[in-house]
T-cell receptor, first 114, second 113 residues
Framework: DQQVKQNSPSLSVQEGRISILNCDYT??????FLWYKKYPAEGPTFLIS?????DKNEDGRFTVFLNKSAKHLSLHIVPSQPGDSAVYFC?????????????FGKGTKLSVKP | DGGITQSPKYLFRKEGQNVTLSCEQN?????MYWYRQDPGQGLRLIYY???????QKGDIAEGYSVSREKKESFPLTVTSAQKNPTAFYLC????????????FGEGSRLTVL
């Protein structure tokens, strides 16, 4: 059973508008969440993270929101740019757990149209 | 420049052959990982190593083997026992901080003919 779910395989947004990528999780032990961005034929790169003691973390155009009661997090990109077109992976871990316990969602492919 | 180098970037293999994918890092990270990505799938953990001469199986270790003789190197061997080896393989490393922040290589695409 998937512990980290990204239910939208793809999302298309106009340049300059907001992109909202969603992620749900089932394991209540998860207390640290990350977003990675991946271009085709390249490795993912870390984008932003949030721990469960916060409900929001912001870094430039990127903001991650965490709703623990709903076991839901979202990544907002404002304003969206064509260079943001990539696959975005949500990942979660139990901070006290082993380094190997990072669980990835299946990804959402974002297309930002000029 | 510090980073993770994977080689080869593309590799073709005949059925029944073993193949070894190289992963080298100069970030001085203790922990290293191998992930597999299939189309429409997330990253699935094959093996990871938190320290030299030690490694643990991930979720899909069957048909794979690793070694960690040096801190900088974590090669992955895809054996003939792996039923469906065609995939994109990603190597990563991380600091001991256990934040989940991984530094990935550019990946190796293996195609079995």
């Amino acid at each position: 059973d998937q512990q980290v779910k990204q239910n939208s395989p793809s999302l298309s947004v106009q340049e300059g508008r907001i992109s909202i990528l969603n992620c749900d999780y089932t394991n209540s032990m998860f207390d640290y969440f990350l977003w990675y961005k991946k271009y085709p034929a390249e490795g993912p790169t870390f984008l932003i993270s949030i721990s469960s003691i916060k409900d929001k973390n912001e870094d430039g155009r990127f903001t991650v929101f965490l709703n623990k009661s709903a076991k839901h997090l979202s990544l907002h990109i404002v304003p969206s740019q064509p260079g943001d077109s990539a696959v975005y992976f949500c990942a979660a871990k139990d901070y006290g757990g082993s380094q190997g316990n990072l669980i990835f969602g299946k990804g959402t492919k974002l297309s930002v149209k000029p | 420049d510090g980073g993770i180098t994977q080689s080869p970037k593309y590799l073709f293999r005949k059925e029944g052959q073993n193949v070894t994918l190289s992963c080298e890092q100069n970030l001085n990270h203790d922990a290293m990982y191998w992930y597999r990505q299939d189309p429409g799938q997330g990253l699935r953990l094959i093996y990871y190593s938190q320290i030299v001469n030690d490694f643990q199986k991930g979720d899909i270790a069957e048909g794979y083997s690793v070694s960690r003789e040096k801190k900088e190197s974590f090669p992955l061997t895809v054996t003939s026992a792996q039923k469906n080896p065609t995939a994109f393989y990603l190597c990563a490393s991380s600091t001991p901080l256990n934040t989940g922040e991984l530094f990935f290589g550019e990946g190796s695409r293996l195609t079995v003919l």
